[in-house]
C-alpha cells in the first residue's frame, strides 16, 4: 500500500473526485496511527478541510494532491497521538483500539451502514490486528508514525522526517525501535484454521460455564483485559493467569444471563461478539498461540462500539 512516488495523477488540476480516490489510503494511513476509526475519519476530513481551505494558485502548484494529503493526515495523527497520551493519563481503566467490524457477516442487519462508511475502507491485515495495534499503542508518538510510515506504508525516511520534524537519520532510529517493540510482542500465531477451532471451542466452553474447558484453552500467562472506558462495566484491572481468567469469565457468564455470542471477524481476525437482541455489548479480540490464547481483549466502551451498532 505504497502511499509515495505516485506519478499517477492526471495532468490536469484535481477536483473532489480525485481527492476522494485518495480516501482509502489515508482513512488507513489514520487508523493505523490512531488505533480508532472515529479518531482516523475526523483526520481525513480535516485534511480535505485544509486542502480546500487553500487558494487555487497553492492547489495548482501543488505536484502530487495525495501526496500532500498524506502528509496532512499523518501531521494530524501525530498531533492527536501527543495530545492522546494525556487524555489517556485520565481514562477511566485500560485503552483497547477500537474494532473494526466486517460488515458483510451482518447480513440482514444494517450495522451502521452506510452509503460511504468509513470502516470499508480499512484494508484487513496483520497491521490492524489487535495484537499488532496494542503493540503500536506502548510506542511514542513519533515512533509509531515513523515506524507505521516507513515499514508499512513505505514512505521514504527523507518524507518521514518532514512529517515528524526530525532527521531522517533519527526516524531510521524511531522505526527501528518500533520494529523491536513488535519483534520482542510478536508470538508464533496459530494459523487461521487452527484460530477458528480454538474460538470456537472456548465460545461453547464459555457458553457451558466450564472452567476444565476453559482452562485447557488458554495460556498459563494470559491476561484480559476491558475497556469500559467508565461507560459499561468493566474489570479495572487486568485478570491474569487461566484459572482465574476461567472462573471469572464464567462469574461474567452467571451474571450476563441469556446473551448472543457469535463468531464474526474482529480487526482482520475471528473475535466474538455479545449480543442482546440488536444490541453490541462487547466486542472480543483474542491473541493466540499454536495451542492456546494468551490475550482476551474485551471492548465495551459504546463510544468504540459505534461501527457495530444497528
Known amino acids: 500500500m505504497k502511499i509515495t512516488g505516485r506519478d499517477d495523477e492526471s495532468p490536469a488540476r484535481p477536483d473532489r473526485d480525485l481527492l476522494d480516490s485518495e480516501r482509502s489510503v489515508l482513512a488507513n494511513v489514520a487508523y493505523r496511527l490512531l488505533g480508532s476509526l472515529t479518531e482516523a475519519e475526523d483526520a481525513v476530513q480535516e485534511a480535505y478541510t485544509r486542502w480546500f481551505a487553500l487558494s487555487e494558485a497553492r492547489r495548482e502548484g501543488i505536484a502530487s494532491p495525495g501526496a500532500w494529503l498524506t502528509t496532512v493526515v499523518s501531521r494530524i495523527c501525530l498531533d492527536q497521538l501527543r495530545s492522546a497520551r494525556v487524555r489517556r493519563e485520565r481514562y477511566v481503566g485500560a485503552w483497547i483500539p477500537e474494532p473494526l467490524p466486517v460488515r458483510a457477516e451482518w447480513s440482514g442487519l444494517s450495522l451502521g451502514s452506510t452509503a460511504d462508511d468509513p470502516a470499508d475502507h480499512i484494508t484487513l491485515d496483520e497491521s490492524v490486528e489487535m495484537a499488532f495495534l496494542v503493540v503500536l499503542d506502548a ?87 476491558a475497556d469500559g472506558g467508565g461507560r459499561a462495566m468493566a474489570s479495572p484491572v487486568p485478570v491474569r493467569g487461566r484459572e482465574a481468567v476461567a472462573e471469572f469469565l464464567v462469574r461474567l457468564a452467571g451474571l450476563a444471563g441469556r446473551l448472543d455470542l457469535l463468531e464474526r471477524t474482529v480487526n482482520g481476525q475471528l473475535g466474538l461478539v455479545a449480543m442482546k437482541g440488536d444490541n453490541v455489548l462487547t466486542v472480543y479480540a483474542f491473541d493466540i498461540d499454536d495451542d492456546h490464547i494468551q490475550r482476551i481483549w474485551a471492548i465495551r466502551n459504546p463510544d468504540k462500539l459505534r461501527p457495530w451498532a444497528h
Open 139 to 225: 510506542m511514542t508518538p513519533a515512533e509509531r508514525v515513523a515506524f507505521m510510515l516507513h515499514d508499512v506504508f513505505r514512505v521514504p525516511f527523507r518524507e518521514v522526517a518532514e512529517i515528524v520534524g526530525r532527521t531522517p537519520g533519527a526516524c531510521r532510529e524511531l522505526a527501528s525501535a518500533g520494529r523491536r517493540r513488535v519483534a520482542a510482542a510478536r508470538s508464533r500465531g496459530a494459523g487461521a484454521p487452527r484460530r477458528a477451532a480454538i474460538v470456537r471451542d472456548f465460545r461453547r466452553a464459555w457458553q457451558a460455564k466450564d472452567v476444565d474447558a476453559l482452562v485447557q484453552l488458554l495460556d498459563p500467562s494470559i491476561v484480559a483485559v
